[in-house]
């Protein structure tokens, strides 16, 4: 069946509705803030098509990618050459990667984080990205509100949506209703479907992918354990003046990540 990112021409198009050059902001300014001084180098885990990667390098800054799978590697090293940046895109698994390169940030957003299965894969993680900082430096962890992990209100993200580029429309389901989680693992297996019309040609792929619940006290309990980092900050939003709360408007959970 392979994965959601084997198809990476596919997952580019679909997630291409993001407001990446805002985020970008949102992340220089956080190094600016907690880490008390000028960015002057990045790196994303789960990196994808690489548009904050790009984004970065766009702006004179260091920036490089690492991701898991192949195809996606691949895929993003076209899009930096064809742009002609200065970037980095690595195959790795975020738990493990070792480089001699050190950066003023490390991020990881959208659903990057839920792949790390079991207490053991967020240590080291954590673990991971410390070793590959700066003194001081920050890990930024973008997740799902944890409100919605219990399912008791509307998805404060949606899950169905489509993009447009050129001749191509992709339909995507995110999961929707269509998921089943195992409360002994606090993971869900959720059935994705991208939905692509090129033409008269339609084709639909699914794919299962299995993503973790880390909950807010779970993830206190693992970032304490690990005595790497210190919660700088925890957000509503890519917003320094939106506080993690329950209001609709905080509607993400940004975990601001210091190295200690």
Same mark, same amino acid.
């Given at each position: ?53 790009? %984004? ?11 991701? *898991?799978?192949?195809? $996606?590697?691949? +895929? ?15 195959? #790795?698994? !975020? ?30 993680? *954590? ?9 001081? #430096?920050? +890990? ?12 008791? %209100? ?8 489509? $993009? ?51 909950? *807010? ?24 003046? !939106? ?9 993400? $959970? ?7």
């Amino acid at each position: 069946m392979g994965r959601v990112y084997s198809l990476p021409e596919i997952y580019d198009i679909a997630f291409d509705f993001r407001n990446v050059p805002g985020e970008v902001n949102f992340l220089l300014d956080a190094v600016r803030k907690y880490a008390d001084r000028e960015p002057r180098s990045a790196l994303e885990f789960a990196c994808g098509p690489a548009y904050h990667v790009r %984004e970065i390098a766009r702006r004179g800054f260091v920036s490089d990618g690492l991701d *898991l799978e192949p195809a $996606m590697v691949a +895929y993003a090293r076209e899009l930096v050459a064809k742009e002609r940046l200065s970037a980095g895109i690595f195959e #790795g698994d !975020m738990r493990s990667y070792r480089t001699d390169r050190r950066y003023d940030l490390v991020y990881s957003l959208i659903a990057s984080f839920g792949h790390l299965l079991t207490n053991e894969d967020v240590l080291s993680n *954590l673990n991971c990205a410390a070793d590959l900082l700066n003194e001081r #430096g920050l +890990y930024i962890v973008s997740t799902a509100h944890p409100r919605d992990f219990y399912g008791d %209100e509307e998805p404060s993200v949606k899950t169905y949506w489509t $993009m447009t580029r050129g001749d191509t429309t992709v339909v995507t389901d995110w999961g929707g209703s269509n998921q089943q989680f195992d409360p002994l693992t606090e993971c869900d297996d959720v059935v994705i479907t991208f939905s692509v019309t090129n033409g008269e040609e339609s084709r639909q792929y699914e794919f299962t992918e299995r993503l973790r619940r880390c909950s *807010l006290n779970t993830f206190r309990a693992l970032v304490q354990l690990s005595g790497r980092f210190e919660i700088a900050d925890l957000l509503g939003d890519f917003d320094l003046k !939106m506080p993690l709360s329950n209001d609709r408007e905080s509607y993400r $959970m940004v975990a601001v990540l210091r190295k200690q």
